[in-house]
């Protein structure tokens, strides 16, 4: 559903038109659910949240400006919703403190140490060749171990990872959903990309010595 066709959907909206509002819960319920789980403690309170969300839209469109897309307008009603509710049951974080996860994006132990005579700071385990997606790398094997890594994620960084890299959202439509600033989105995606990539190495054992070590 493309920004370019909001203005219409906006207005079938507001007329009342129940095939418009059956639209929106096909296209992002889904979606809506995913996002919900990283803030409460159950999908049946996901599911929640997610109902509160869509009661929101119904209330709200008339009050919609445009100013952002539609899909976003809705996914900042789901975050608000469900930040309230996370609250409630004490699991819920400011995201101003979401980029300050001090554990390294990759383990230390993948290095050689600084004081290395030939390699300092170096991969001392690097990651082996992957198949291509050619080759099988996107296979439902593969993505069942990427949702199942997703799905363990901590909650900030599954909320940007499911949206950058499930969803296919621009970083600036995620920043503006979450309310999270550029800088704390980057560092989220890329440490809960680095996550998912151990899984899948770990999953596969793909990580080889780079060079042989010396004495």
């Known amino acids: 559903m493309?920004?370019?066709?909001?203005?219409?959907?906006?207005?079938?909206?507001?007329?009342g038109e129940e095939r418009a509002f059956a639209e929106l819960v096909d296209a992002y319920?889904?979606?809506?659910?995913?996002?919900?789980?990283?803030?409460?403690?159950?999908?049946?309170v996901a599911e929640e949240v997610v109902q509160e969300t869509w009661l929101g839209v119904v209330k709200g469109i008339d009050r919609f400006q445009g100013r952002s897309s539609?899909?976003?307008w809705i996914f900042r009603i789901l975050a608000n919703t469900a930040r309230t509710r996370g609250?409630?049951?004490?699991?819920?974080?400011?995201?101003?403190?979401?980029?300050?996860?001090?554990?390294?994006?990759?383990?230390?132990?993948?290095?050689?140490a600084s004081d290395?005579?030939?390699y300092a700071g170096d991969w001392a385990l690097g990651p082996t060749r992957w198949?291509?997606?050619?080759?099988?790398?996107?296979s439902a094997e593969t993505r069942e171990v990427i949702l199942e890594s997703v799905e363990h994620l901590p909650p900030p960084q599954r909320a940007v990872v499911t949206l950058r890299d499930i969803?296919?959202?621009?970083?600036?439509?995620?920043?503006?959903a979450l309310g999270v600033s550029a800088a704390n989105q980057r560092v989220l995606l890329h440490r809960g990309r680095a996550r998912v990539r151990a899984a899948l190495e770990r999953y596969y054992g793909a990580v080889e010595p780079t060079v042989a070590e010396v004495a």
């Open 70 to 72: 539609l899909r976003t």
């Open 131 to 138: 198949e291509t997606p050619e080759e099988g790398l996107l």
């Open 2 to 15: 493309r920004t370019s066709s909001d203005a219409a959907l906006v207005e079938r909206l507001r007329a």
């Open 116 to 118: 290395h005579p030939r």
């Open 167 to 176: 969803e296919g959202w621009p970083a600036e439509e995620v920043c503006e």
């Open 87 to 112: 609250a409630r049951e004490h699991r819920t974080m400011p995201f101003s403190a979401l980029g300050d996860d001090d554990d390294p994006a990759v383990g230390p132990d993948r290095f050689f």
């Open 29 to 44: 319920g889904p979606s809506l659910v995913r996002i919900a789980m990283t803030y409460v403690s159950s999908r049946a």
